[in-house]
């Protein structure tokens, strides 16, 4: 197949196959590449603007129920410290999101399903609807039941993120221990969707064994899931963790998953159009100069800032490198507020920022 013929009928917003996602996922040179990074910010620039959204992220706790072989936080990983944050902490961060223009704020921990922390978050939600900032809240702590999705929906919830990390059943379960199922999650998808929540997911890239055509299927996955958000980057071994441990990066690895999560952006952009992209700081981890710029650049339109104090961010390491460990909130704003007007981007301060997606298929 004739990559620039499919390119062509994706940037008019034709259909694509999961076999035409692939030849352009392989673009076959830095030409190429290019000019799919191209189309996809012209896509991007018609559809939802030459700005970017902006999400004071909170990582209010590190406490994890869950043993995926991939994260550093990790229930097995005794080299981590955890920490749960005080509510008055985390509402004041939510305030200081406020107070640097933030539209919105993004509150994620490690999955947990147990009462006092469903009613933690429950407690946070309704103080942070009290604050003088008209907030958007977007919730990433994991699988629960449909009864805690409502509950957190009606306390202020409008967003929650939920990653499948791959749509392929078979490369989902060597990345998860026995017992976390891949249509338990896919399943906990249909409810967020159920419970009104703006949905997103989103993919590792660059895990073993996985072809351009796995990733394609994941676009289509997006697709067929009907999803309003995505958030997805590249894999990134962290140590401590038994996939780090079994796959540990080679020279040149990284610098190449960085290029393939770029055209993962590029491609879900054409093919589902109106949805939020965020440019993750897991690009920033492989490019600290330039990656979540790159990100931007490629169709990405969501950046997530932390508003978190800078004592807690070395104990939430899902992943070597993580970016921004030793800098405060203040100065992590100043310099995305650079980088973007650098690259002709606009950041919107006090914008919810839903996705068009949401209001199109939801109509609200």
């Not at 967003?159 to 976390?180: C, M, N, T, W």
């Not at 073993?208 to 590249?234: C, N, S, V, W, Y």
Request: aromatic content about 8%; charged content about 25%; glycine content about 8%.
């Amino acid at each position: 197949m004739d990559f620039y013929r499919i390119l062509e009928k994706a940037e008019a917003g034709d259909f694509l196959e999961t076999g035409e996602m692939a030849v352009l996922l392989n673009a076959p040179d830095e030409a190429a590449q290019q000019a799919l990074f191209d189309a996809a910010y012209r896509v991007k620039s018609e559809i939802c603007g030459r700005k970017v959204y902006l999400r004071g992220l909170i990582e209010f706790s590190n406490i994890c129920t869950r043993d995926c072989l991939y994260c550093g936080i990790r229930r097995s990983n005794g080299k981590v410290s955890r920490y749960t944050m005080e509510i008055d902490e985390i509402v004041r961060s939510a305030a200081l999101a406020g107070q640097f223009g933030y539209g919105s704020v993004v509150l994620q921990s490690g999955e947990r399903s147990d009462p006092g922390f469903v009613d933690m978050v429950e407690e946070i939600l309704f103080r942070i609807k009290e604050l003088p900032y008209d907030l958007g809240v977007t919730l990433s702590c994991g699988e629960e039941s449909m009864e805690t999705y409502l509950r957190w929906r009606k306390a202020g919830a409008k967003r929650y993120l939920l990653r499948i990390e791959s749509a392929d059943e078979k490369i989902f379960q060597a990345i998860h221990p026995a017992g976390v199922l891949y249509q338990e999650r896919k399943a906990a998808l249909e409810r967020l969707k159920a419970a009104d929540f703006q949905t997103g997911s989103g993919v590792m890239i660059g895990l073993p064994g996985q072809t351009a055509e796995h990733l394609a299927k994941d676009i289509a996955f997006f697709r067929e899931m009907d999803l309003d958000m995505i958030g997805m980057g590249p894999f990134l071994p962290q140590a401590d963790t038994p996939l780090g441990v079994r796959y540990p990066d080679s020279p040149g690895m990284a610098q190449r998953r960085l290029e393939t999560a770029l055209r993962m952006i590029a491609v879900t952009r054409l093919v589902l159009r109106d949805v939020n992209i965020a440019a993750t700081t897991a690009l920033q981890a492989i490019d600290p100069e330039n990656g979540r710029e790159r990100g931007i650049l490629a169709g990405a339109n969501v950046i997530m800032p932390n508003v978190g104090d800078v004592s807690r961010r070395k104990d939430y390491q899902l992943y070597n490198g993580k970016p921004s460990l030793d800098e405060n909130s203040a100065v992590i704003r100043e310099k995305l507020i650079a980088s973007l007007a650098a690259i002709g981007e606009t950041p919107c301060f006090n914008l919810h920022g839903d996705p068009l997606h949401y209001r199109n298929r939801s109509g609200k």
